[in-house]
């Protein structure tokens, strides 16, 4: 079990199976990547980003963390977003919470969790932002409604990097979506917050 030999044997029966179907599909994938969107999603590993939206790889360009945060400090996030809007020319970004995030509910609870207390503290400024719309929803209706209003929170900060501010005022076509997965369903909801420009921003 050291060398987790039935990962590499599943490896081998999925690499064998795309082959049979298309003998070509691993040669042509290995020449260039040209994914239309960039996924940020969570860390959680129910949330398979390619799965979710039937999509073979080399179609997304994705970054993960623990509740799909956007922090202006976080280099590897911004480094990611830079690469896939400068260098890929994704036309579209795609930030997917979910509901049920182990991220959320835990920067909900009154206790300590050690090192990632730093990194939820980002969501209880979300809950802080938004105590008006939370205030007085019972705890199931608060979990749900602070997954999606962590997200819209994230599309803000997508759209306030300076890769998208550069992006936009460059004029090119750039669009930030706001999405949310149901692991008990498997469905998508949009959340309606599609920006495109920094004219939609103002306001929100």
Known sequence: MKSLKHLFDRNSAWAN??????????????????????????SDSRVPANQIVNLPPGELFVHRNIANLVVHTDLNCLSVIQYAV???KVKHIIICGHYGCGGIKAAMENQPHGLIDNWLRHIKDVGRFNAEKLNGLKDDKKFDMLCELNVIEQVKNVCNTTIVQNTWRQGSELLVHGWIYNIQNGILKDLDTCISANQQLKGK
């Open 17 to 42: 199976g795309i082959k049979e179907k298309d003998p070509e599909f691993f040669s042509q994938l290995s020449k260039q990547q040209s994914p239309k969107y960039l996924w940020i999603g969570c």
């Open 86 to 88: 400068e260098v890929l």
